[in-house]
């Protein structure tokens, strides 16, 4: 029977969103993570000629593959052999191929609650079972080496992010190191979900890699290299699986977009300018800090990476489904219902993206002030 799985409720409040704009409404996007800054401006060049010179047929680029090869050694000085990069459509094929190519229908895999709708809709529909481990203030929503080593029986596979989606906290070195014991000793295969890497505002997030060399790593070019809509990511899987998710690739979709490719390598040097979009976030981060407990949004963990707020709405029990549709209706700030993360607890919560530009977040605390303050 085909896995039943759950739609992403966010879509819902942006797809009101840009019909609420078509009608003139001016609207703050704040319910995807997605930066608002378009590629840098060295990828969008190379884009611009390689259109006249570049046939664009399947490729795989073997400069990209050695320039992303070696940003781990410089990023976490850890070395990996160009062939273990695998190109991907993005993050989300790279998760598909991640868990198709590693495990087995029936497979219990754990992941953390709140966590990325992707996880255990991708898991279901792979006819694989999410362990779902609540997480709480108390672990700032994040999973422990406690958590893992307590499930019982061990699963076969452990989905890890830092920073994470919705909170955009960060697993610490010395926790990654003792999650990584911790399932070298139980058996469980580790997939760490590494898109938000580079956006951080504390400490920079760690990479499995440095703890566990058999993992498997995902990340893309939609984040901190600002290209969604590029799609493009990667999977970095470990030698002996490599030959394995490539026949997948080969079979589930060939190649990832040429023109991206290209593009992405030139995004990959320029750092000035996707320095000053984390620059940005920074204070965007601090403005909803000050502003959001005075306005009755709680139990918020201050995120060390990603551009996401996620908040209890204190002034009512439950955040109904329809909440962040009254609040974009009332307001034009589109916001992300809990419920995605966390079908549970996630009822009282929203996700506010502040991947916008600063004075968009300065005019939405305008707009949410009033708002909240009315039904305090
Ligand atoms: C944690 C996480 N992983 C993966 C993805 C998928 O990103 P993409 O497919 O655009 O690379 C997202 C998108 O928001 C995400 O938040």
Not at 164 to 181: D, K, S
Request: glycine share 8%; aromatic share 8%; charged share 20%.
């Amino acid at each position: 029977m085909p896995a039943q799985i759950e739609p992403f409720q966010a879509i819902g409040v942006s797809r009101l969103a840009h019909a609420l704009k078509a009608e003139g409404r001016s609207v703050i996007h704040m319910e995807f993570g997605q930066p608002s800054t378009g590629a840098p401006k060295a990828a969008l060049a190379v884009a611009h000629s390689v259109l006249d010179t570049d046939g664009m047929g399947y490729w795989e680029s073997p400069a990209l593959k050695s320039r992303i090869a070696r940003h781990y050694d410089e990023a976490y000085g850890v070395a990996v052999d160009p062939d273990r990069v695998i190109l991907t459509c993005g993050a989300s094929p790279a998760l598909l191929l991640a868990l198709i190519s590693n495990f087995d229908p029936g497979d219990r895999v754990a992941v953390a609650r709140p966590g990325y709708v992707a996880y255990r809709n991708t898991l279901r529909a792979l006819h694989m079972t999410p362990v779902e481990i609540a997480c709480g203030p108390e672990s700032r929503f994040q999973l422990t080496a406690e958590h893992v080593a307590a499930l019982e029986p061990a699963p076969a596979g452990l989905i890890i992010a830092s920073p994470a989606n919705p909170t955009g906290t960060i697993i610490g070195g010395e926790e990654l190191a003792a999650i990584a014991a911790v399932c070298r000793e139980r058996g469980v295969r580790i997939v760490s979900d590494e898109i938000y890497h580079g956006l951080s505002y504390v400490e920079p997030a760690r990479s499995i890699l440095e703890f566990e060399p058999d993992a498997l790593v995902v990340n893309s070019f939609s984040k901190y290299f600002s290209m969604v809509g590029w799609r493009l990511g990667w999977l970095l899987s470990p030698s002996g699986h490599v030959a394995r998710a490539r026949a997948y690739v080969g079979n589930l979709y060939l190649t990832s977009p040429s023109l991206s490719q290209h593009a992405a390598l030139a995004a990959m040097d320029a750092r000035d300018e996707l320095e000053a979009n984390v620059e940005v976030y920074r204070r965007n981060r601090a403005l909803l800090l000050e502003a959001l407990p005075a306005m009755g949004l709680g139990a918020i963990a201050p995120p060390d990476g990603a551009f996401y707020i996620y908040a209890v709405v204190g002034l009512l029990s439950e955040v109904r489904l329809g909440f962040c549709k009254t609040l974009l209706r009332d307001t034009g700030v589109a916001t992300a219902p809990g419920i995605d993360f966390d079908p549970d607890a996630g009822r009282r919560f929203i996700r506010l993206s502040f991947a916008v530009s600063t004075p968009q977040i300065a005019e939405a605390l305008e707009r949410l002030q009033p708002w909240f303050a009315a039904r305090t």
